[in-house]
């Protein structure tokens, strides 16, 4: 069974991009564009790890990880973001979110990426 990754990020285009190069891959992927969206989908698809903007509408990524972290059925996915932001940026926004296993910089190089999740879910 492929393994699920959830895209949460305003950026349609740069979402619909990576979304295509996992699946080529082999992942499951879905995708929400606003912090809203993305935790009800990130629990009603309950996914293996999750790409997530930093910034963006309805709540931001810190909004996503507070609601993720108070349900039981995902709080414990690993959470990588793709933002514009610096480490030293997201660490002060996110300062005690266990899930944050790392951070790309936009424009994403997605053979890195790939490598990363691939570490992180055991995926060959």
Do not use: W
Not at 19 to 30: Q, T
Not at 35 to 57: E, R, W
Not at 62 to 67: R, T
Not at 94 to 119: C, E, W, Y
Request: hydrophobic share 45%.
């Amino acid at each position: 069974m492929p393994k699920k990754i959830l895209i949460i990020d305003d950026d349609v285009n740069l979402a619909t991009v990576m979304r295509h190069y996992l699946e080529e891959r082999g992942f499951d992927v879905e995708t929400a564009f606003d912090a809203y969206s993305g935790v009800g989908t990130a629990i009603g698809f309950k996914p293996d790890l999750i790409l997530l903007d930093l910034q963006m509408p309805a709540g931001g990524g810190a909004g996503v990880c507070l609601n993720i972290s108070q349900n039981m059925a995902i709080n414990k996915t690993p959470i990588i973001f793709i933002t514009s932001a610096s480490e030293k940026e997201l660490k002060e926004q996110l300062p005690l979110v266990a899930q944050f296993k790392g951070h790309f910089k936009k424009p994403v190089d997605m053979s890195q990426l790939t490598s990363a999740i691939n570490r992180l879910l055991g995926a060959p």
